[in-house]
Antibody, heavy 118, light 107 residues
Framework: DVQLVESGGALVQPGGSLSLSCAAS????????MNWVRQAPGKGLEWVSS????????NYADSVWGRFTISRDDAAETLHLHMRSLRVEDTAVYYC???????????WGQGTLVTVSS | AIQMTQFPSSLSASVGDRVTITCRAS??????LGWYQQRPGKAPKVLIS???KLQSGVPSRFSGSGSGTVFTLTIDSLQPEDFATYYC?????????FGQGTKVEFK
C-alpha cells in the first residue's frame, strides 16, 4: 500500500524557518513526481509546490516563491519542504501528495500542521 | 495563473438526490482536471482524473464531464457517505490551481 507520512510541523514565530519531511513507502519513490498542498484552518486547498522525478524540475505557487524550497532524496525515499521567512498566512495543514503518470494527486498523506504565530 | 471558479460554494441535499457541481477555468485547459472529495478531518481523495475517468474503487454514481473551460461533477443518488467537500484541480499548467470547494450538506 502507498504510504506518505509527513513530519516536522510545529509552532514557529513569524519570520522563522521550518522544514517538513514526507517519508514514502509502498511504491518506487524515484519514479513519481511529488507535491506539497496546504489547507489553512477552515479554508480550501492550495497547491504549494511540485518536484518531478528523474532530473527534477520544481514549481512553486506565487505565494511561496522565493521562500520555500522543495527537494527530494530518492535514496531515502523522502520528500522535503524547507520554509523560511514564514508568515502568519502560511499557517496550514501541509499534505504530501503523489502524482501518478495519468492521475494527478492520486495519493495523499494525513498532513502535518504548521502554525505561524507570535 | 489559471483561475478555477467552482460553484456552488455549498448546497443542501437529501439522500437519493442528484447533485451537480461546476468548475469553470479562466482559459482552456483541455481535459486536464481532476475532482477530489474531502471528508471532515481527512485528507482529500481523488475521484476523477482527466475530467471524466473514474478512479478505481470510486462508486459509479460519481461522474465527470467537460473539456476546455467548463467541467461538471455529478453525483447520482447521493449517499450518506457523500456529504463532504468537493474540489476541482487543474493540472494543465503551473501553478496548479484548485477551485474554492463545494460543501455538500444534509438538507
Amino acid at each position: 500500500d502507498v504510504q506518505l507520512v509527513e513530519s516536522g510541523g510545529a509552532l514557529v514565530q513569524p519570520g522563522g524557518s521550518l522544514s517538513l519531511s514526507c517519508a514514502a513507502s509502498g511504491f518506487i519513490f524515484s519514479s513519481f513526481s511529488m507535491n506539497w498542498v496546504r489547507q489553512a484552518p477552515g479554508k480550501g486547498l492550495e497547491w504549494v509546490s511540485s518536484i518531478s522525478h528523474g532530473r527534477p524540475t520544481v514549481n512553486y505557487a506565487d505565494s511561496v516563491w522565493g521562500r520555500f524550497t522543495i527537494s527530494r532524496d530518492d535514496a531515502a525515499e523522502t520528500l522535503h519542504l524547507h520554509m523560511r521567512s514564514l508568515r502568519v498566512e502560511d499557517t496550514a495543514v501541509y499534505y504530501c501528495v503523489r502524482d501518478r503518470a495519468t492521475v494527478v494527486a492520486d495519493s495523499w498523506g494525513q498532513g502535518t500542521l504548521v502554525t505561524v504565530s507570535s | 495563473a489559471i483561475q478555477m471558479t467552482q460553484f456552488p460554494s455549498s448546497l443542501s441535499a437529501s439522500v437519493g438526490d442528484r447533485v451537480t457541481i461546476t468548475c469553470r477555468a479562466s482559459q482552456a485547459i483541455r481535459n486536464d482536471l481532476g475532482w477530489y472529495q474531502q471528508r471532515p478531518g481527512k485528507a482529500p481523495k481523488v475521484l476523477i482524473s482527466a475530467a471524466s475517468k473514474l478512479q478505481s474503487g470510486v462508486p459509479s454514481r460519481f461522474s465527470g464531464s467537460g473539456s476546455g473551460t467548463v467541467f461538471t461533477l455529478t453525483i447520482d443518488s447521493l449517499q450518506p457517505e457523500d456529504f463532504a467537500t468537493y474540489y476541482c484541480l487543474q493540472d494543465y499548467n503551473y501553478p496548479r490551481t484548485f477551485g474554492q470547494g463545494t460543501k455538500v450538506e444534509f438538507k
